[in-house]
Nanobody, 121 residues
Framework: QGQLVESGGGLVQTGGSLRLSCAAS???????MDWYRQSPGKQRDLVAS???????NVADSVQGRFSISRDNARNTMYLQMNSLKPEDTGVYSC????????????????WGQGTQVTVSS
């Protein structure tokens, strides 16, 4: 069974930056991939998405600060997070989407275990 492994999380001060990685053991070059965030006491929210051909979408709350990218040759997806705020604190998980770009509801092949991001004020 394929796996997704997130890395790059940690503790950072307000205004700092982190780059998260999601490494896949299988090839998902034909799948939409997503980053989710679950903040303490809140539901898990979709943060950013990227299609196989590079179309991107990011949540309004992180627009202009976060960017998503992928390297299909390395089976890896990234989330560059800049100008971090305390409200960005949470567990960030990556996921391989079963459904295509623009298709709802969203369903998934696989999820990673997540990486903790903590932004101190």
């Amino acid at each position: 069974q394929g796996q997704l492994v997130e890395s790059g999380g940690g503790l950072v001060q307000t205004g700092g930056s982190l780059r998260l990685s999601c490494a896949a053991s299988d090839t998902y070059s034909h799948n939409v991939m997503d980053w989710y965030r679950q903040s303490p006491g809140k539901q898990r929210d979709l943060v950013a998405s990227i299609s196989p051909d590079g179309r991107r979408n990011v949540a309004d709350s992180v627009q202009g600060r976060f960017s998503i990218s992928r390297d299909n040759a390395r089976n890896t997806m990234y989330l560059q997070m800049n100008s971090l705020k305390p409200e960005d604190t949470g567990v960030y998980s990556c996921a391989v989407r079963r459904t295509g770009w623009g298709v709802k509801p969203l369903t998934y092949h696989r999820w990673g275990q997540g990486t903790q991001v903590t932004v101190s004020s």
